[in-house]
Every structure is written in structure tokens, then in C-alpha cells.
Antibody
Framework: EVQLLASGGGLVQPGGSLRLSCAAS????????MSWVRQAPGKGLEWVSS????????YHADPVRGRFTISRDNSKDTVYLQMNSLRVEDTAIYYC???????????WGQGTLVTVSS | QPVMTQSSSVSASPGSSVKLTCTLS???????IAWHQQQPGKAPRYLMK???????NKGSGVPDRFSGSSSGADRYLTISNLQSEDEADYYC?????????FGGGTKLTVL
């Protein structure tokens, strides 16, 4: 059974940093690309970042480029999202998702809440 | 990059059928998409991959009541024999080089 367990969310002041983690199990982790997707309160889904299975290719959405960095440790079956220079508008539930090639995000984690507020 | 447009809301009665639409922007009519369901207070759930040909592949455990079809730039999700648990937000997703995109979502109310 595929499981994705996100953690690391919390309350942080504007300008602060957080690192999210997503521990995966139930599949060959290194074979699949992974994504982070967020959802602001009462809003829709917004793609944040993706990383290839070997970690060599990373890309980020325009609103977070230069502030957020996605990475992965295939020895720990974990994907990370380092978030720096956080803004109030980054407040959201952050979901990690497994990407099935040419098929979309086929498994989702339960999400972790990030609140940016003074 | 592609843009995906969805109606904001739709309502239907239990036992009836509903067809949700996701429209791809000009220049992206051939793109494969995915449909996701998000029930209130829960994480999204993958429903299916849907190609421009209308061919679709459903995710694990997705009921037979859910099906997909396509016409030009439009991608459809049809839910038959609506149940109360189908009340949810439905999102389409697509991808391109170095980006992924979600539609704005359709809120389905089962009256």
C-alpha cells in the first residue's frame, strides 16, 4: 500500500523558514518523480515544486522560485521542501504527491499545515 | 504553459448522472489530464488519467460509476448513479515541460 506521510508544518513569522518532509512507503521511491502541491484556506490546488526520481531535475512554480527548494534522499525514501523568506500568502496545507509518468499525481499524502503570521 | 478552465459549481440529485468539464487552453488541446476528487476536509484522491482520444485509466479502487471522455479541448468526468459521498471538489491537472497545472476546481453538490 502506497503511503505518503508529510510533516514539518507549523506557525512561522513572515521572513522565517521551515522544512517540510514527506516519508514514502509501499513503492520503489527512487523510480518516481515527486511533487509538492499546496492549498490556501478555501482555495484550490496550486502546484509548488517537482523533482525527478534521481533528484537531478527540479522545477518550481513562479511564486516560490528562489525561495523554496525541493530535494530528496532516496536512501531514506523522503522528499523535502525547504521554504525560506516565507510570506503570509504562503499559508496553506502542503501536500506531497507521487507522480505517475504521463498520468498525473496518482497518490497524495495527508498534508501538513503551514501558517505564516506575525 | 497550459491553462485549464472548470465551472465553479454544479448540483445534481442522488441517483442521477453529472458530467463535469475541464477545458484546455488553445495550443494544448491534445494534452493528457488527470482528474482528482477532494472530499470535504480530506486530501485529494486520484481518479483517472484521461487522454485526448477519450481513453482513460482509473486509479486503484475508483468505482465503475466514474468514467472519462474527451472532445477537442474538453475533458469530461461523468459520475453516474450519484451518491452522497460524491459531494466533493473535483480538479483537473495537466503538465508540461517544467510545470504542472491545476484547474480551479468544480464543487459538486448532491442535493
Amino acid at each position: 500500500e502506497v503511503q505518503l506521510l508529510a510533516s514539518g508544518g507549523g506557525l512561522v513569522q513572515p521572513g522565517g523558514s521551515l522544512r517540510l518532509s514527506c516519508a514514502a512507503s509501499g513503492f520503489s521511491f527512487k523510480t518516481y518523480a515527486m511533487s509538492w502541491v499546496r492549498q490556501a484556506p478555501g482555495k484550490g490546488l496550486e502546484w509548488v515544486s517537482s523533482i525527478s526520481g534521481d533528484g537531478a531535475v527540479k522545477y518550481h512554480a513562479d511564486p516560490v522560485r528562489g525561495r523554496f527548494t525541493i530535494s530528496r534522499d532516496n536512501s531514506k525514501d523522503t522528499v523535502y521542501l525547504q521554504m525560506n523568506s516565507l510570506r503570509v500568502e504562503d499559508t496553506a496545507i502542503y501536500y506531497c504527491a507521487k507522480i505517475l509518468d504521463s498520468a498525473g499525481c496518482d497518490y497524495w499524502g495527508q498534508g501538513t499545515l503551514v501558517t505564516v503570521s506575525s | 504553459q497550459p491553462v485549464m478552465t472548470q465551472s465553479s459549481s454544479v448540483s445534481a440529485s442522488p441517483g442521477s448522472s453529472v458530467k463535469l468539464t475541464c477545458t484546455l487552453s488553445s495550443g494544448h488541446r491534445s494534452y493528457i489530464i488527470a482528474w482528482h476528487q477532494q472530499q470535504p476536509g480530506k486530501a485529494p484522491r486520484y481518479l483517472m488519467k484521461l487522454e485526448g482520444s477519450g481513453s482513460y485509466n482509473k486509479g486503484s479502487g475508483v468505482p465503475d460509476r466514474f468514467s472519462g471522455s474527451s472532445s477537442g479541448a474538453d475533458r469530461y468526468l461523468t459520475i453516474s448513479n450519484l451518491q452522497s459521498e460524491d459531494e466533493a471538489d473535483y480538479y483537473c491537472e495537466t503538465w508540461d515541460t517544467n510545470t504542472r497545472v491545476f484547474g480551479g476546481g468544480t464543487k459538486l453538490t448532491v442535493l
